[in-house]
């Protein structure tokens, strides 16, 4: 290839790198794999490096790195950014209608734009001849703070804008953290000890505010548009959702959720749609907004004090109330872990009466510093299960008790033990203590496990309760008789019952494996056990050693899997099921020929691969003796990138693992 003009090069790049930014972003439907992305930025960041005179300041390649800034400068809104107005109730959002047909004088049904309102911080970005000049934070409405440095860093805000855009261009939004984003920002701050947020507001808040771009960068923001501030050179369109799709065309990110409705029942029938969707969005929403479309019409209402007459917020129930912590109860779980469990005054919260919520583990309560009689925030989004997210310290009564760690299990009275360096504590009573035992059963007989239908948790509660049921082998003396004497049984479905116990008893070893409740073995890792071993007696014999060799197994899995395996009651208990004729067909050892051509060689996936899933892949490199593990290291001998790969990608390069693309690991498996 003839050696190209390095500019014309650069320019090339910076064209199709913001072309394949917008697809992603803003239309939501990128033309190219990441990996194929990463590889045009690379290209641009050698190029530049090269020639660092071909460096201009929208390059995409300048969104990070630049240095931290003392203070955040104030920036005075030559147009104020203003606030909304509330409804909270349908009778709320009818009258606001009233009042906007009264005002139009029209009976007719008024056009809103519908929009969900996105729970962030609203920013106004300054557009020059296209380029972004300034960004800057709503603060008190009149003046904010100079936010450029960090709104630069967000992927999904273009430095250029696309097409012809006016000479002066301000766009207002709203920027916001994604809940995945939010999470493992905690996690990892967590990890390290520091500080977590208690919500995705705050964290982009306060990313937003940072004053070292670097660190900003590495927060996943991203932004919707949805208004506008001052503007110049542009004859704006007749409505509202126009300006929006305008906005899209010079390549902003709108919400894809935008509606155009009819009068107020098209309000409602947004406001229930988008409710529904609430919970499995990506993001956090508080409610949707009704704007009046018409341009003129808009003009015609005006604002009051510091909001629009012409348009509304419709509120959610709120996800985060108060509330009273009255106690905290500790729970038991299968493996013996102690969960406290915070008693509150009831509350209604996410649409639903709470008056339990979890507390996780001790240090959690010793971080948060929860006591009892507290007045706490809890939070319940979407279906997860409410948390206690903070304490208001101030409203501490001189009562407040702190929390202790029972000494003893609150069900078998056995010794709690809290190992150093963990964050669980345990019962030691193991299956004497009855809480585990019916955990233990409940899981035996889940759906995914041995799949007895019927077993419900009433009826284990008095199998264990009675003593009549010990362990899961004991299920299959049940006589029709005994378990119709029970409460909530009739003869009916004892019947039933015994025959579902009957039917569980042909399963497969990967189900039995998950049934036996092995600390971290869950449905995949089991499967991964039993297609590796192909039968049971192969595992028992099986050292720690080897059972690492199996794919996706690492040392505390293989671990925990030797020491159940040798506990003699584990053992009389797995030769009693198989007494009572629980089996499974027998399958073939795939455990990889030693020697095979890729014995001793170190896997890992990323990223979607197009010839096979990565469960397949992984089946492959076994049966030629390598072996797949979930993260890079200085060990692994080869990372395989498929489509859209993830994080590994980049820590292969950063190590130097080589990497192989679909064709080259096809080529490798032969
Ligand atoms: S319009 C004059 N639209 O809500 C109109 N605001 O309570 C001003 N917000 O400060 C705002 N999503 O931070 C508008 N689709 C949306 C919104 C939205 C979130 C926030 C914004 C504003 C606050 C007003």
Not at 106 to 118: F, I, M, N, Q, S
Request: hydrophobic share 40%; glycine share 8%; net charge neutral.
């Amino acid at each position: 290839m003839p050696a190209q003009d390095p500019k014309k090069r650069a320019r090339e790049l910076r064209e199709q790198i913001e072309w394949h930014n917008y697809r992603y972003h803003v239309l939501d439907d990128p033309e190219i794999p990441d990996a194929e992305f990463d590889l045009l930025m690379r290209e641009l960041i050698e190029l530049e490096q090269a020639h660092p005179e071909l460096v201009t300041p929208e390059s995409p390649t300048q969104r990070v790195g630049a240095a931290p800034v003392g203070s955040l400068p104030v920036v005075t809104h030559s147009v104020p950014m203003l606030s909304l107005e509330n409804a909270f109730t349908e009778e709320d959002v009818i009258a606001f209608d009233r009042r906007v047909r009264e005002r139009l004088e029209t009976d007719d049904g008024v056009e809103y734009a519908a929009e969900p309102k996105l729970d962030g911080l609203a920013v106004s970005l300054r557009y020059e001849h296209g380029r972004l000049v300034q960004a800057a934070t709503r603060g008190d409405g009149v003046r904010g703070e100079d936010v450029t440095h960090n709104v630069r860093t967000i992927k999904a805000v273009p430095l250029r804008l696309r097409g012809t855009p006016p000479e002066l261009l301000e766009v207002r939004g709203e920027i916001f953290m994604p809940l995945a984003g939010f999470k493992a920002l905690n996690e990892r701050a967590q990890a390290r000890g520091e500080k977590t947020f208690v919500n995705p507001r705050n964290a982009a808040a306060g990313t937003l505010r940072q004053l070292d771009p670097r660190l900003t960068a590495r927060r996943p923001l991203d932004v919707y548009f949805y208004g506008l501030g001052e503007t110049r050179g542009w004859k704006l369109p007749a409505r509202h959702s126009e300006i929006l799709e305008q906005l899209r065309e010079w390549g902003l990110r709108i919400s894809p959720l935008l509606e155009v409705v009819r009068g107020v029942e098209g309000c409602l029938a947004y406001y229930r749609e988008v409710g529904q969707q609430r919970a499995s969005l990506p993001y956090e929403i508080d409610g949707v907004v009704y704007k009046v479309n018409s341009l003129i019409q808009q003009r015609e209402l005006g604002f009051i004090a510091r909001a629009p007459r012409w348009a509304i917020a419709h509120k959610f129930p709120a996800h985060e109330v108060s509330t009273v912590l009255r106690d905290v109860e500790f729970q038991v779980g299968r493996t013996g872990a102690l969960t406290p469990v915070a008693r509150l005054e009831p509350v209604f919260v996410g649409g639903v009466t709470v008056s339990n919520a979890t507390l996780h583990n001790m240090d959690e309560i010793e971080r948060k510093d929860v006591r009892i009689g507290d007045t706490v925030i809890v939070r319940r989004a979407g279906d997860v299960i409410p948390e206690i997210v903070k304490v208001v310290v101030n409203k501490r009564p001189p009562d407040a008790r702190v929390v202790r760690l029972p000494k003893k299990c609150p069900v078998c009275k056995s010794d709690v033990e809290r190992v150093a360096g963990e964050a669980v504590a345990r019962c030691t009573g193991g299956l004497y203590c009855a809480a585990q035992r019916k955990e233990a059963l409940r899981h035996f007989a889940s759906r995914r496990a041995l799949d007895i239908d019927g077993l419900g948790t009433k009826i284990i509660d008095q199998l264990v309760e009675s003593g009549r049921v010990k362990s899961p082998a004991d299920l299959y003396g049940l006589t029709v008789e005994e378990l119709a004497g029970l409460e909530r049984m009739a003869a009916k479905s004892a019947t039933k019952l015994v025959a579902a116990i009957e039917r569980s008893k042909q399963t497969t070893l990967a189900r039995f494996l998950y049934a036996l409740g092995i600390p971290e073995v869950g449905e995949r890792t089991a499967e991964a056990l039993a297609s590796y071993f192909g039968s049971l007696e192969a595992l028992q014999e099986a050292t720690e050693a080897q059972i690492q060799e199996v794919p996706d197994v690492g040392p505390v899995v293989a671990a925990h899997v030797r020491h159940f395996l040798d506990q003699p009651h584990n053992r009389e208990v797995i030769a009693a099921l198989r007494g009572h004729g629980v089996h499974w067909p027998a399958q073939a050892r795939r455990a990889a020929a030693e020697g095979g051509p890729l014995a001793g060689k170190t896997f890992v996936l990323t990223g979607t691969l197009d010839s096979m899933s990565r469960e397949q892949a992984g089946e492959r490199i076994a049966a030629l003796g390598g072996k797949v593990t979930g993260s890079v290291s200085k060990k692994t001998d080869y990372v395989v990138v498929g489509a859209e790969p993830g994080s590994k990608l980049a820590k292969a390069q950063a190590l130097g693992v080589p990497i192989l693309d679909e064709r080259a690991f096809l080529e490798l498996l032969g």
